[in-house]
């Protein structure tokens, strides 16, 4: 993606959307929050750019409290399913 302008956070995005300076690609969540605030129309993105894949990060496995850790395997098993 090549960015135009660069602000400071979602809220930012949004807020210059609604003064009608251009629009903004934002995370679903963020939209549907500013949303609540701001008069700005939100409109899903269904195209392959627009998918992010998300990894999980954890510095070591065994170090991890139990809960972590079978949180951890959750979501490993719920991504092999899709």
């Known amino acids: 993606?090549?960015?135009?302008?660069?602000?400071?956070?979602?809220?930012?995005?949004?807020?210059?959307?609604?003064?009608?300076?251009?629009?903004?690609?934002?995370?679903?969540?963020?939209?549907?929050?500013?949303?609540?605030?701001?008069?700005?129309a939100v409109i899903p993105l269904a195209e392959a750019w627009a998918m992010r894949r998300l990894v999980l990060c954890v510095r070591q496995m065994r170090a991890l409290t139990v809960p972590a850790r079978r949180l951890v395997e959750h979501l490993g098993r719920e991504a092999e399913l899709r």
Do not use: K, Q, T, W
Request: glycine residues 10%; positive net charge; contains cysteine.
């Open 1 to 40: 993606m090549r960015l135009r302008v660069r602000v400071n956070g979602f809220d930012a995005v949004c807020r210059m959307a609604e003064a009608g300076v251009g629009i903004g690609i934002v995370p679903e969540v963020a939209a549907r929050r500013c949303r609540r605030s701001m008069r700005i």
